[in-house]
C-alpha cells in the first residue's frame, strides 16, 4: 500500500528535525503552488508500505490568515493524507495541542509524537501517553526526533492509522453552547454536498488565472499525492462538522467558497448570533471566534487534567516580564522606535555606507580591471561600452545595494527570531489598519525610506496575502533613499533657503499618497481577505546563530540570482537604447539614441505637467533604471561638467513651479527596475504587477498636473 503522511506541528516543534531523521537526504524540496513557501517531500518504506512523507509548514492554528496556515488546512482537508503525524513539543503541550485539535476537526487519523521528550525528562517532568491518548482519541507516541527515540513505535502507530483509520471529532467533546451551536449548524447545513458546492481550491488564496493553470500543472504533477482521481480533479469533501465549526468561527475563506441557499444562510446566522448571546452574558463583547479558541482551550485543560498533567505553578516566566516593558502602554511605542532607529542607524547610517562604499570600490575595481584589460585587448569601441556602461554599470549599480539588504535581512532575522517582530507588528497594528494594512506591514513601510527594493522583498514578512499585496503596491510611496540626489539637486537651484521644507513635503506628499491609495484599494481590488490580528505572542528566545547565517545566505543567494539575470538583460537594453540610434547606428550624441528618440517622442505627454522637453522625459526614463541617474543624465544631456554648472543649467531650463513638478512626478513614478523586479517576484502575480505600475504612473501623472497646472494658476 502507497500511504501519505502528512507532518504538521507548531514552528520549533522539531518539524524539520524529525523530517530529516525519518528520510535522511532522500527529499524532494520544491515550494507550494503559487507561493514562495517552501515544500519538503520524502519517501520512505514503513514495513511493507511506501510511505510519502509531506513537510507542511510550521504553524499554530488553521485559521485562513496566513500562507502557510491556508497551506496545512488545504492539504489536509483536500488531499485527505492518510495519516497526519503531528508534532507536539511536549514542554509546550497546552499551545502545541491547540493545533492538534485543529488537525483533529479535519477528521483524518492523526497520531500525535510528542517530542522533546528527552527535555522533558532533564526537567523531571513526566506524561501519560496511554491517558493522554485516551482522552485525545488520537495514539500518542513518546519520541525525541534529537535523539532518535521512540521511531518504532512511531512506525507502528502510523502504520495502524493507515491500515485501520479511528478519526475522531474533538468538536463533541467541546462545552456544551459550543457543541450545540455546531450542532445546529450541522443539521442546517443538511444536504449540503460539500464535494459539488465547495473547493477549498479555488480560494485557497487570491490568485489570479494564469498561477491557476501553473497551480494546476504543478497539482497535476504531484498527482501521486493522493487525492485527484484520474482526471486530476479533485474528490473532495470536507468534513460537515469541520465546516460547521469554521462557519461558527467566521471563516470568511468558507463562508466564501461554501455555497449557500438563503434559508441556510439565515439559520446559521441565527445560530451565530445565539452562541454569541449566550458567550456575552458571561463575557460581554466576546465574538464567536473568540468563543471557539476558548471552547479549544477549555478542552485541552480537560484533556490535560484527565491525563493527569500537572503544570507545575509556573512564576511568571522572563518572557512576561520583558512584555511588561516592551508592550507596556507608554513605553512600547518609543521602545519600538529606539529598535527602530537602531536598525536603521546601521544600516543606512555609517555601517551601511561604508560597506556600499566597499562595494561600490569593488565595483569600480572590477571596472577599471575589464577597462584595461579590454584596451590591452584593443577591443571595438562599442564592446568596451557594452561591458563598461552597460554590464558592469547596470549589474554593479544594483549589487552596491548588497551589505544594505544583508544587513536589513540580519536585523529582521535577528528581531523576527528573537520574537521581538511579533511585538513590533502588535504595536503598530491598530494604526495601519486604519489605511488598510496591518502592524506587519510596518517594517517594510519603514524600510522604504531607505530602499524600495529592499522594502519590497522584506514584505514576505507579511503573512497574509492580501495585506503583502498591498505592502508591494504601497511602499514606493515611501520616499526612498536614491531619490534624495534629485531633490538635493533641484532644491539647490531653486529653493535653496527652504531645501528642508522642500524636501519635508516630497516625503509627506508620498506617505499622504499612501493613505489615499491604500484607503482606494481597500474599498477596490482588494475588498476581500481582511484579517484579524491573531497572532500569539511566541516566547522570546536567543536567535539561532545557524538559522539566521542560512536565510542571510538564501537572500543573498536570491539576490545575486536576480541580479545575474534580470538586472543584467535590462542592463544590455538600456544600454542599447542609449548606444544606439533607432538605425541601430552607434551614436555618441544621445539625443540621437533610441533613448534620445524616445524622449522626444514621450516629452509632448509631459507638458500638461511643466516638463515637455525630451531631455527630461530622457532623465525620467533613465530614473526608472535608478533614481539617482536622473541627475546624471541631466548632466550628460546638458552638457555640464561641474556640479554648479548643472544647477545653474536647472535654473535654467526649468521654472520653480515646473522644477516642483517634475520632482513630484519622480517622487511617486515607478520605482527602479530592481524594485520592480523585486516586486514582479514578490506579488506573484502578472495582474497585481501591472496593476502597481499603473497605480504609481497614474498617481505621479495625475498629482504632478494638480501641482503644475492649479499653480499655474497663481504663479502669472
Ligand atoms: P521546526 O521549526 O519544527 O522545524 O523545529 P526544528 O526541527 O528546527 O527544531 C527546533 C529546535 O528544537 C532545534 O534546536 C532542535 O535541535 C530542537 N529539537 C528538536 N527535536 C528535539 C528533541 O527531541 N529534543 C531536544 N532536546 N531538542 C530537540
Ligand atoms: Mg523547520
Known sequence: ?????????????????????????????????????????AKFEIEDDL?????????????????????TRHFIAQHQPDVVLNIVDATNLERNLYLTLQLMELERPVVVALNLMDELQRRGETIDCARLSKELGAPV????????????????????????????????????????????IVEALGGFTAHSAFDVDEHFTHRDENER?????????????????????LDYAPPTTWVALKLLEGDELLKESAQLS???????????????????????????LTLVVDARYRRIDQVLKAAGFHRREREISTSDKIDRIVTHRYLAFPIFLAVMGLMFAITFGSIGTFLTGLTESLVGWIGDLAGAGLAAASAPEWVTSLVLDGVIAGVGGVLVFLPQILLIFLFMSVLEDSGYMSRAAFITDRLLRKFGLSGRSFIPMLMGFGCTTTAIVAARGVENERDRRMTILLTPFMSCGARLPVYGLFTAAFFPGNKALVVLSLYALGMLMMIVCGLILRKTAFREGDSPFLMELPPY????????????????????????????????????????????????????????????FIAPVFAPLGFGQWEKGVALLSGMVAKEA?????????AVGSASELTTAIAAHFTPLSAYSFLVFILLYTPCVAALAAARRELHSAKYFVMSICIQLGTAYLISMLVYQIGSLFIH
Open 1 to 41: 500500500m502507497n500511504i501519505t503522511i502528512a507532518l504538521a506541528g507548531n514552528p520549533n516543534s522539531g518539524k524539520t528535525t524529525l523530517f530529516n531523521a525519518l528520510t535522511g537526504s532522500n527529499q524532494y524540496v520544491g515550494n507550494w503552488p503559487g507561493v514562495t513557501v517552501e515544500r519538503k517531500e
Open 51 to 71: 510511505a510519502t512523507l509531506v513537510d507542511l509548514p510550521g504553524v499554530y492554528s488553521l485559521s485562513p490568515y496566513s500562507i502557510e496556515e491556508n497551506i
Open 141 to 184: 507516541v513518546p519520541i525525541s526526533a534529537k535523539k532518535k527515540q521512540g521511531f518504532d513505535q512511531l512506525f507502528q502507530a502510523v502504520y495502524d492509522q493507515a491500515h485501520n483509520p479511528t478519526p475522531s471529532q474533538p468538536a463533541r467533546a467541546y462545552e456544551p453552547s459550543t457543541r450545540d451551536a455546531v450542532r445546529e
Open 213 to 233: 493553470d501553473d497551480d494546476h500543472n504543478a497539482r497535476a504533477s504531484h498527482r501521486h499525492i493522493g487525492g485527484y482521481d484520474d482526471e486530476g480533479d
Open 262 to 288: 438563503d434559508a441556510q444562510r439565515a439559520r446559521i446566522r441565527k445560530s451565530v448570533s445565539d452562541y454569541v448571546a449566550r458567550g456575552q452574558a458571561s463575557h460581554p463583547g466576546i465574538d464567536s
Open 541 to 600: 528566545r536567543l536567535p539561532h546563530l545557524k538559522s539566521v547565517l542560512r536565510r542571510l545566505w538564501d537572500r543573498a543567494k536570491d539576490f545575486l540570482t536576480r541580479a545575474g539575470t534580470l538586472i543584467f538583460a535590462m542592463s544590455v537594453l538600456i544600454w542599447f537604447m542609449q548606444s544606439f540610434s533607432p538605425t541601430l547606428q552607434w551614436v555618441t550624441d544621445s539625443a540621437q539614441s533610441i533613448f534620445g528618440r524616445l524622449g522626444t
Open 630 to 638: 536622473v541627475v546624471s543624465t541631466l548632466q550628460v544631456l546638458y
